[in-house]
């Protein structure tokens, strides 16, 4: 997930400028966009000189890039710490959807990262488009597995239904803030999702 630029307190070092430059192009990618921050921004909010940046990233895209790799690694460590307690894979998928409600209706979430760079970048090719398909993708395919576990048929359709529960409760947490936002019940829509796939795979086969 998202995180905020960290401050350097007294007593400890500053944060090395590939970080700060992370932290910062982060922040500003996250709240305004790919498109309307510049390298000029990230530079003077970050204390970071040009000559530094372009010794780490040889272009903005590389930067996004680079800040998408991180966002990847910061979902999968928050999906994994919303499903840790569970002890089902049914219970696992159920406790995702429920951390998604939260967390997607807190003053924090601006939406999906990766959803905005796809709408950034359409170009199919652009790294910070395919970086954002792969999470996509990876989301899907972990869902489906998990889907498999629990028992549940069609487990790949399940998935597919799951993400676009997600990917919808992404766009509601940017369209309508911490308020009165429909993805609060983006977890009782996925317990409704899985149980009549439950139901569906208990059913007899005919014939």
């Given amino acids: 997930m998202p995180r905020p630029a960290r401050p350097a307190t007294r007593g400890t070092a500053s944060p090395e400028p590939r970080d700060r430059l992370l932290d910062t192009a982060g ?7 790919f498109r309307a921050v510049g390298i000029d921004r990230i530079l003077a909010e970050s204390g970071v000189a040009k000559m530094t940046l372009y010794r780490h990233f040889a272009s903005k895209d590389e930067l996004i890039a680079a800040y998408l790799e991180r966002a990847d690694r910061e979902f999968w460590e928050w999906a994994e710490s919303a499903m840790a307690a569970a002890r089902t894979p049914e ?3 159920l406790a995702l959807f429920d951390a998604l409600a939260r967390h997607t209706t807190s003053a924090e979430c601006l939406g999906c990262p990766f959803q905005g760079a796809a709408l950034a970048f359409p170009e199919l090719e652009h790294p910070g488009h395919r970086r954002a398909l792969r999470n996509k993708l990876a989301v899907r395919d972990r869902l489906a597995s998990m889907a498999k576990q629990a028992g549940l048929r069609s487990s790949e359709s399940l998935a597919a239904q799951l993400l676009l529960l997600m990917d919808g409760a992404w766009v509601a947490a940017r369209v309508f803030g911490p308020g009165d936002n429909p993805g609060a019940s983006v977890g009782q829509a996925a317990r409704a999702l899985i149980e009549a796939h439950r139901r569906a795979s208990t059913k007899p086969s005919r014939g």
């Fill in 27 to 33: 922040r500003l990618f996250y709240k305004h966009g």
């Fill in 91 to 93: 219970a696992r998928l």
